[in-house]
């Protein structure tokens, strides 16, 4: 089990990496609670804005999205330690990438695999 320290109401706090299944339900929430706001952010460098209009057109579909995401941040934190009932926003905002590190522990994985599978891994800059 890993663990990572998060700050939560201003003091360090154990975040602890969920048991296999528990964390496969987490991650299945997290997809269907922010799935569209990823997709949302995916899609936006593929976007033409040739107007105003455009540009107030994409502000106008993402900016209830974008709001609601912070809340279902919160929310989801919240359901992987209930500890984090306590935090603030901004709190819960720094802890994410930790969070996701226990949540998604396939990083490791990824960069092996190439070793893994016989190739050599090449080396970026």
């Given at each position: ?26 991650r ?23 107007t ?5 057109a ?9 709001f ?6 919160g ?51």
């Amino acid at each position: 089990m890993k663990t990572a320290t998060v700050t939560i109401n201003g003091k360090d706090h154990e975040l602890k990496e969920l048991p296999a299944a528990r964390n496969g339900e987490w991650r299945r929430k997290f997809e269907v609670e922010l799935g569209g706001i990823i997709r949302l952010v995916r899609t936006l460098p593929n976007v033409e804005i040739n107007t105003t209009q455009d540009l107030v057109a994409v502000v106008m579909d993402a900016l209830p999205m974008l709001f609601d995401a912070m809340d279902k941040a919160g929310e989801l934190a919240v359901a992987y330690d209930p500890a984090f009932a306590d935090a603030y926003d901004s709190e819960v905002a720094d802890a994410y990438p930790a969070l996701l590190g226990l949540a998604f522990p396939f990083g490791n994985l990824a960069r092996q695999a190439p070793g893994l599978l016989g190739a050599t891994p090449t080396k970026t800059s």
